[in-house]
């Protein structure tokens, strides 16, 4: 695999801290560089999903004896079910987005075919990575959207924030696809609109 040798062991998250949003930890707003929503999204749920999913939840029972390498491939999973992606947009992802690709534990310069990406995703339980998304997707939205709660708050599975509901009139019977475009939409939307004045006062 070809790993990304600046990432920190999964242990420490290896996520940088987020910026631009209400919960960033950058205290100098001349300093935050403006990241797109979607990449924003993907580095809150994968933070999520290795620090608090992995670790305070029996969804993954033998994570703390997995591999790095294993451990990448959960990440690359989590990450294709979150945006819905098949394997050669899964590729395309991790080499255009290289903060991302270095939260999952991969090289940008130099990412997994999507040929191996499938053969090494495939050997993984769909339904843990399902799970695992939606649940990080759902803390991602804590991190990004108003009246969120701080990310040391919430618990491995935590509802939407009430800002959210505010936004969509999610009905339950939508297919799990649907909620994390859905949920990809809101956050774009948000972000596009409210970057500048969460920028001034962050």
Known sequence: MDRNPDTPAPETGGIPPSSGTHHGQEKDPSRRVQR???????????????NVITL????????ETLDEDTRSWYCAGVLRELFDDGYRDLQERLGEQPQVAGAVGLSSSNPPHYST???QIGKLDENILEQAAQWASDAALHQLLPQGKSPHLLG???????FYYEIVDEEWSVEMDEKMRQATRVVGEYLAVNYPTLLAHG
């Open 156 to 162: 491995p599975n935590p509802s939407k924030p009430r």
């Open 56 to 63: 305070k939840s029996d969804l993954i029972d033998d994570w």
């Open 117 to 119: 990406l499938s053969r």
């Open 36 to 50: 797109p929503p979607e990449v924003e999204r993907a580095l809150a749920a994968l933070e999520h999903f290795k």
